[in-house]
């Protein structure tokens, strides 16, 4: 398969330069957008993510609205859970509800390293649907939960401000958790490894809560098993490691094989940039909440976010998911600040 015709995203990803750098934003595929509505008043979350037709329509619906520079594929961290025998409901009003969490060893027994195309063959089968609509024209992104986060849903049971009960397994039965760790990292590295046939042009790691772990802890409980991934995924595509609180170990990620760092708001671009060395492609970091602002104050702030992180080597989007509530004008706002950067002189 040839490269697809734009392909910035990718030569970003291998540290090529670029005229402008490519942009997409998280959770871009959402609740934010009119059309992904009118398919969630029909059909349920799950239902949604199972369905090729549903889960492929969803995906381009941000890219012919605002022509992103990147698919993301419509579907979930918690589908690789589901796989693996435990239970995910998305309750409305509350989110993820998952009704037997994971508590003591007992619990794990039931916890199995599943056939992926058996139990997520459906995922594959959106991402050749998602293909055949993109007609190569952009990149797909595939992602996968990192086990550290994934573990925090399977334990608590449903979100949480602090995830208590998911701290409090890995702190009072550690070989439960690393048990547990090391199933889902067994079973995100070999479903990673089928969306990569499918036909995915790169992956993202999310370790959405990462930030709730010490630097020491997230070491132990986080990192090597993200590592473990990358090094069993990076000579087949691009891994972009996204860490949402933890720029306490960019230095660390720097170094590991992944293709780009994401980056949170909350770390100036000239920070991470500084604690990554300078040559590995960064990825980031617009506050989502200031999408909020005015549209000519959005691009101008991109217009700076891009200066400050340098065009190259660079991959526009939010520093964590696209808010529900953030208008579509303002959306497009932000896509457009990027497609129409040029370097200041
Ligand atoms: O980025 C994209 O456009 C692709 C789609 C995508 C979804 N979830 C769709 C979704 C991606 C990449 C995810 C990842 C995901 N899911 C993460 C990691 C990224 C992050 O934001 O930190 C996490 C932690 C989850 C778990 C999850 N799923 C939560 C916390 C929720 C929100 C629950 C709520 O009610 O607010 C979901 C549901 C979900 N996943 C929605 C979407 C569009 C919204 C609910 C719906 O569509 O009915």
């Not at 992904?36 to 008043?41: D, G, H, L, Q």
């Not at 520079?69 to 009003?93: H, R, Y």
């Not at 048990?179 to 499918?198: F, G, N, R, S, W």
């Amino acid at each position: 398969m040839t490269e697809p015709t734009n392909n910035l995203f990718l030569k970003a990803l291998r540290g090529e330069s670029v005229s402008r750098p490519p942009v997409w934003m998280m959770r871009q595929a959402g609740r934010y957008l009119p059309e992904f509505m009118e398919i969630k008043k029909k059909y349920d979350f799950f239902t949604r993510c199972r369905t090729p037709e549903l889960a492929s329509e969803i995906t381009v619906q941000p890219i012919r609205r605002y022509g992103m520079d990147a698919a993301i594929l419509f579907s979930d961290i918690l589908v690789v859970p589901q796989a693996m025998n435990i239970e995910v409901e998305m309750k409305t009003g509350v989110g993820p509800w998952l009704p037997n969490p994971i508590r003591n060893a007992n619990d794990l027994e039931n916890v199995i390293v599943p056939d992926i195309n058996e139990t997520l063959g459906y995922v594959m089968d959106a991402i050749s649907m998602t293909k055949e609509k993109l007609n190569n024209e952009i990149p797909l992104i595939g992602f996968a939960g990192s086990p550290w986060t994934l573990l925090c849903y399977c334990v608590q049971g449903q979100g949480s401000k602090n995830f208590d009960k998911a701290k409090e397994l890995c702190f009072t039965q550690p070989e439960v958790a690393h048990a547990l760790l090391q199933k889902i990292t067994d079973t995100t590295i070999l479903y990673l490894k089928e969306k990569v046939k499918a036909g995915v042009n790169a992956v993202q790691l999310f370790d959405s809560w990462g930030g709730m772990l010490s630097p020491t802890d997230y070491q132990t409980f986080s990192w090597q098993y993200m590592q473990q991934i990358i090094d069993a995924l990076k000579d087949d595509t691009y891994v972009i490691a996204f860490g949402k609180g933890c720029w306490f170990a960019l230095d660390t990620m720097a170094s590991s094989g992944a293709a780009a760092l994401g980056v949170d708001w909350t770390c100036a671009p000239e920070t991470a940039r500084k604690l990554t060395g300078g040559n590995i492609t960064l990825q980031g970091n617009f506050d989502p909440t200031r999408l909020f602002s005015p549209p000519r104050e959005i691009k101008k702030m991109v217009t700076e976010m891009i200066d400050a992180f340098g065009k190259d080597r660079y991959i526009v989007n939010l520093g964590h998911g696209i808010l529900p509530n953030i208008p579509i004008e303002n959306a497009g706002a932000f896509v457009e600040a990027v497609k129409n950067y040029t370097v200041a002189t």
